[in-house]
């Protein structure tokens, strides 16, 4: 399968050793296109992946496969990918920071209501 989305995020690198030797992986969260934008954390095993070259908010490529195991009546699923790319002619951007007012005196708290006038004779009981 082939995936059009844009990094959001790069996880730390995990390395460990296990029966079959060292082994490494890298773990990245993209955020598809579309209406309703989706967030996919995907990972890459191996050396399949240069995360130096990579920048938030970069639209990537991404060659992967989805994989469900079961494991004591419960499944898990991964999204593992073996190729990730830049996409050609795309240009790596940082994902913008939300606007924040750039004087205070711009911003201005409500007067507040004046407080309601009450006697003690004109209670309902």
């Not at 579309?34 to 954390?41: M, R, W």
Request: aromatic share 10%; hydrophobic share 40%; net charge negative.
């Amino acid at each position: 399968m082939q995936l059009t989305a844009k990094l959001f995020q790069i996880l730390p690198a995990e390395t460990g050793t296990g029966r079959n030797g060292e082994w490494k992986k890298q773990s990245i969260i993209v955020e598809t296109e579309g209406q309703y934008p989706k967030k996919v954390c995907i990972t890459v095993w191996g050396d399949k992946i240069n995360a130096a070259q990579l920048h938030t908010g970069q639209n990537l490529m991404i060659d992967f496969d989805i994989e469900s195991r079961e494991f004591n009546g419960r499944w898990y699923t991964d999204v593992k990918a073996w190729k990730v790319e830049p996409v050609a002619g795309a240009v790596a951007a940082e994902m913008p920071l939300p606007s924040v007012p750039s004087a205070a005196s711009d911003f201005r708290f409500p007067e507040p209501p004046p407080e309601p006038q009450s006697d003690f004779n004109d209670l309902p009981f």
